[in-house]
């Protein structure tokens, strides 16, 4: 009889530990591949009522754009994004967008005279006046040109 106790406590301990599943409905999480970033989720299923948690990691130069979960748009501001109450299924689909690149153009005295963002291939022409500086004794000085480093 004290073999069959020892041997039944082991059992009695994992199913209390959460190695035997709840019971209840459980759905699905599906994650569809995206470009230049990557999803990932916390739960491959989750039950019925309860949430997951997805984190985003864009490649280097990238944004995460818009998160899709069957259908429906969000917006999202952070590294992660968590969904609660699951009803059914999830599909999940994210977009990744170049991130815009901060361009700034310096006056003489390295003050801002201008800044805009921009994103990957457009065009970073400098929409503003020609900067001037005011003459020095006998020296005048003319703008000929922007220099790619501060």
């Known amino acids: 009889m ?9 059992l009695l301990m994992l199913s209390s530990c959460g190695v035997t599943p709840e019971e209840g409905t459980y759905y699905n999480v599906t994650i569809e591949t995206s470009e230049n970033g990557t999803v990932t989720c916390n739960k491959s299923s989750v039950k019925e009522g309860d949430f997951v948690t ?9 944004v995460l754009e818009e998160l899709e979960i069957n259908k429906t748009k969000y917006t999202v501001n952070s590294d992660h994004y ?3 109450n699951v009803q059914s299924d999830l599909v999940v689909k994210a977009e990744f967008v170049s991130a815009p690149i901060l361009v700034r153009y310096f006056d003489h005295n390295d003050n801002v005279i201008f800044s805009r963002n921009i994103l990957a291939g457009e065009d970073a022409s ?12 006998e020296i005048t000085y003319i703008f000929s040109g922007w220099s790619l480093t501060k």
């Not at 004290?2 to 082991?10: E, H, M, Q, S």
């Open 82 to 84: 968590s969904y609660f």
């Open 2 to 10: 004290n073999k069959k106790i020892l041997f039944l406590v082991p």
């Open 126 to 137: 400098f929409f503003g006046k020609e900067p001037l500086k005011s003459p020095v004794g």
């Open 54 to 62: 997805f984190k985003f990691a864009p490649q280097e130069g990238y």
